[in-house]
């Protein structure tokens, strides 16, 4: 979320539509609802074509700059360090981050909740390649919620990488 809030910011503060009840909003009023996407279709979509381009990096690191700090739905200033945002995009890369990205703005009261767990990547050489693997971790006696197991399918739909983990308890041994 904190990614989404991050590379649609000029999208979801645009003015396009005349929808904030006042400066102190996290988000227009229409946010989480099918208007948002509709009444800011062509912004969305330009958006997304510049983070399929790869730009998403220099976007990230734009609107982190402009904005750290301000209030956004979504966006947790405290919970990451930009360069692990900025890896992660990385890892993610461009047209998957795109496609997802304009899953949550076509209804992000629906797809807000229940992705994996962890978001795990790594780097693959200097000039900044990585990859990302998504992961649900459920314990012994836990299940996969429904909403759950469809950001697992539209995850792998999207060409994400995503597991699930089922970790256990190990008995000690004297």
Not at 49 to 74: N, P, V, Y
Not at 111 to 128: I, T
Request: with cysteine.
């Amino acid at each position: 979320m904190t990614i989404f809030g991050l590379l649609m910011w000029d999208v979801i503060f645009s003015e396009v539509c005349d929808v904030f009840h006042s400066k102190f909003q996290t988000a227009p009023l229409d946010f989480e609802t099918d208007d948002f996407y509709k009444s800011r279709k062509d912004l969305i979509e330009a958006q997304l074509k510049r983070i399929q381009d790869g730009m998403a990096e220099e976007m990230l690191i734009s609107s982190w700059e402009l904005h750290q700090g301000t209030s956004c739905k979504g966006v947790n200033w405290d919970r990451h360090p930009m360069a692990d945002v900025r890896a992660v995009v990385a890892g993610v890369g461009g047209h998957r981050l795109a496609l997802l990205l304009r899953h949550l703005a076509l209804d992000y009261r629906s797809w807000s909740s229940g992705m994996p767990d962890l978001l795990l990547w790594h780097f693959l050489d200097e000039r900044g390649g990585a990859e990302a693997k998504l992961v649900e971790v459920k314990g012994p006696k836990d299940q996969l919620s429904e909403q759950q197991r469809a950001w697992i399918f539209v995850l792998m739909d999207f060409g994400f990488d995503v597991e699930v983990c089922k970790v256990s308890l190990v008995s000690k041994r004297r």
